[in-house]
């Protein structure tokens, strides 16, 4: 049972370049979640998706777009990369109101 | 405006000692809060949970203990053992632009000395 797979897990990207973190459950949970993790931060949700067929802006979604392509994928995509945007990226899926999210093991991108 | 803090950055505790990790949140509105851990290189992974309405919830060496009045949790960890030695965030959860969302606080870093 693979869980949260997110890839890859590591990228160097020059400022201006883009790409897509990919991530896959196979919970059939209903929510997906993209979060972004700097030094002395606490994880902050940039989009989350409640649903299939639905996203919604997190606390900190500028400079980035989602795609949830179905139940089990969550994609993020940075269409022109920024040096702000250095950090560790985390997906994570839960099932429902109570369910605590399950994560995966992070990407970590950085934008020189 | 962090709604959940963790004033604590590190903590280092002898083996075999009680740990307590805080957390105090702003928002009387949040609902449900959970702790999670974490090893470098790794996602964070659920560890325990608490609902607004208890006031400790227990799980073998892991209790969690809310203080509504005074917005504050802990997580105590009795017996420490080295393999607890990671960060541990808390979570708030709150209903937020019509969804369920959680608030996280920035993480305490634990270290379990031999």
């Known amino acids: 049972n693979a869980g949260v797979t997110q890839t890859p897990k590591f990228q160097v990207l020059k400022t201006g370049q883009s790409m897509t973190l990919q991530c896959a459950q196979d919970?059939?949970?209903?929510?997906m979640y993209w979060y972004r993790q700097d030094p002395g931060m606490g994880l902050r949700l940039i989009y989350y998706?409640?649903?299939?067929?639905?996203?919604d802006k997190g606390e900190v979604p500028n400079g980035y777009n989602v795609s949830r392509l179905n139940k089990r994928e969550f994609s993020l995509r940075l269409e022109s990369a920024a040096p702000s945007q250095t950090s560790v990226y985390f997906c994570?899926?839960?099932?429902?109101?109570?369910?605590?999210?399950?994560f995966g093991q992070g990407t970590r991108l950085t934008v020189v | 405006d962090q709604q959940v803090k963790q004033n604590s950055p590190s903590l280092s505790v002898q083996e075999g000692r009680i740990s307590i990790l805080n957390c105090d949140y702003t928002n009387s509105m949040f609902d449900y809060f959970l702790w999670y851990k974490k090893y470098p290189a790794e996602g964070p992974t659920f560890l325990i949970s608490i609902s607004s309405i208890k006031d400790k919830n227990e799980d073998g060496r892991f209790t969690v203990f809310l203080n509504k009045s005074a917005k504050h949790l802990s997580l105590h960890i009795v017996p420490s053992q080295p393999g607890d030695s990671a960060v541990y965030f808390c979570a708030a959860r709150g209903f937020m632009d019509s969804n369920y969302q959680l608030i996280w606080g920035a993480g305490t870093k634990l270290i379990i000395k031999p």
């Open positions: 998706s409640a649903s299939e067929g639905t996203t």
């Open positions: 919970m059939n949970h209903n929510s």
């Open positions: 994570a899926s839960s099932g429902g109101r109570d369910a605590e999210a399950f």
